[in-house]
């Protein structure tokens, strides 16, 4: 036989020998895996986003047992119970880092008091749509930045809610400083007791006050800096109260909205700051050189920055006489309270018509967009959140607040990615949870959800969500609904 012939023979052989040795492995995995006990939830074939990763793992089965994640696989496994995740994506649940729990917004600005208690059922239907709102856009996550003990306990308590945890408001006013509790489930109850310690607050020491927000069960601190309400702490008495907290290995966040606060908070130097820096009258919305060089201090010392931009659109769009038809409020409003809404706007129609207001606000929200820009571009430390509800107003609707804060982040030039990390690893981190939520690994909570797009793409993958898993139980997104019909 020729050598060219018996080279080539040997070759052929030796390759049908390979494809049989390859062949019969994968008989065996595959007999493995079926000889595998099925065990708990699986999510099969499905792309995993998560920060930890340097790229999306692709074709991933995730095993969800006793409400944690119990196995990240690229290889096959099996549940008692499956879902296909082919063409499908799945992220940590999401985490909003300012809001304020179990107030339903609007209340009581557009129903008084009375009128709340002449209309309980109302008020019901709202407070119990309110955390399903979260859920709907994907949050899974809340931090209560001005909460106490009582109210997160009364929330947590409920079935179907995402998990909220809260800060301790810490108030320096003339030189006083007091712990403000929040036990209320509405700005009347609230805003009576702010306003009482705030006239009657005998003076307590950083150590005092810190020790009552830490026995209250307060991951965090929150106090304020507003020339507007009186609120101008020095920044030896910001110094006094950061210490104090850092002591009991608390993070410090400061309600600080204009250059004259931010400046005040990064020469304290403040864990995070609360707010975009907004306007004082007749300052222009461009940024001055003054302006930016305290957000380059924002970079350089690495301070959390919430820009919060939607609070000033929520308050432009009060200015807006058709809102209330907007298809989205269907999801989070119950449909008996935007009819109340709807009735309250009717009876007072001169809340539209005000230029002055909507010119102000338009350059306000110019301003935000670019503090946004300008800390995305040096890789500032954002931290997503969104101040839902910033006010007694209708426009901060819970969760889609949050989702339109999104759009108004990649309009200020934030990177999808980036955004996508502030949502999930960097807030979980920024409150000392990153062992139990952030990211999609075995061990951790399984907060998660599932959406039929990429949110490494595009922001509007937010918008396919399809499944929202708490503590492991999926909830198809149409059940968490106000309107319940889809």
């Not at 060219?4 to 020998?17: H, Q, T």
């Not at 690229?74 to 880092?97: A, M």
């Not at 004259?260 to 908070?265: D, L, N, S, V, Y």
Request: hydrophobic fraction near 45%; include cysteine; charged fraction near 25%.
């Amino acid at each position: 036989m020729a050598p060219s012939r018996l080279w080539e023979e040997c070759v052929r052989d030796l390759i049908s020998c390979v494809a049989a040795l390859l062949a019969g492995a994968s008989v065996f995995q595959a007999s493995t895996q079926l000889d595998e006990p099925a065990v708990g939830l699986v999510i099969s074939d499905v792309t995993v986003v998560s920060a930890e990763r340097a790229a999306p793992l692709e074709h991933a089965y995730v095993r969800i047992r006793d409400g944690r994640i119990a196995e990240v696989s690229s290889r096959p496994i099996r549940g008692v119970e499956e879902i296909d995740g082919r063409g499908r994506f799945l992220i940590p649940g999401l985490v909003d880092t300012h809001v304020h729990l179990a107030i339903a917004p609007g209340f009581p600005a557009s129903m008084t008091t009375a009128d709340a208690a002449a209309n309980p059922e109302i008020l019901a239907e709202a407070l119990a749509q309110d955390p399903r709102s979260y859920l709907y856009f994907g949050f899974t996550t809340l931090l209560d930045l001005v909460g106490s003990g009582e109210r997160i306990a009364r929330w947590n308590a409920l079935e179907v809610r995402p998990d909220a945890y809260f800060c301790g408001a810490a108030v320096i006013l003339n030189a006083k400083m007091s712990y403000v509790r929040h036990p209320g489930f509405s700005y009347a109850e609230s805003t009576a007791e702010f306003a009482k310690v705030m006239t009657g607050a005998a003076q307590e020491a950083p150590e005092a006050v810190i020790g009552r927000i830490a026995g209250d069960g307060a991951i965090c601190v929150k106090t304020m800096y507003d020339s507007f309400i009186g609120m101008t702490p020095s920044v030896e008495e910001l110094k006094a109260l950061i210490a104090a907290a850092h002591a009991r290995g608390l993070a410090v966040f400061i309600h600080a909205n204009r250059r004259e606060a931010q400046a005040r908070a990064l020469a304290a130097g403040i864990d995070v700051i609360a707010h975009g820096m907004w306007r004082n009258p007749g300052e222009a919305p461009e940024l001055d050189a003054e302006a930016r060089g305290i957000l380059q201090g924002v970079v350089d010392k690495q301070i959390g920055y919430q820009p919060t931009t939607q609070v000033i659109v929520g308050e432009l769009d009060m200015l807006r006489a058709d809102y209330l038809k907007r298809g989205e409020l269907a999801d989070v409003y119950p449909a008996r309270l935007i009819e109340w809404y709807a009735r309250a706007l009717d009876k007072n129609p001169e809340q539209t018509r005000n230029a002055g207001a909507e010119s102000r606000l338009q350059g306000t929200i110019r301003r935000g967009a670019e503090v946004t820009r300008y800390l995305a571009e040096r890789d500032a430390r954002l931290l997503f959140a969104s101040d839902t509800p910033s006010a007694q107003l209708y426009t901060n609707p819970p969760g889609l607040n949050a989702r339109l804060e999104m759009d108004n982040w990649i309009a200020g030039g934030v990177s999808e990615a980036k955004l996508f990390r502030a949502m999930t690893i960097d807030n979980a981190r920024m409150m000392k949870l990153e062992k139990e939520i952030g990211t999609v690994e075995a061990g951790k909570k399984a907060n998660l959800v599932l959406l039929g797009a990429d949110p490494l793409k595009s922001v509007r993958a937010y918008d396919a969500i399809e499944t929202v898993f708490l503590h492991g139980k999926p909830i198809a997104r149409g059940t968490l609904s106000a309107s319940r019909a889809k």
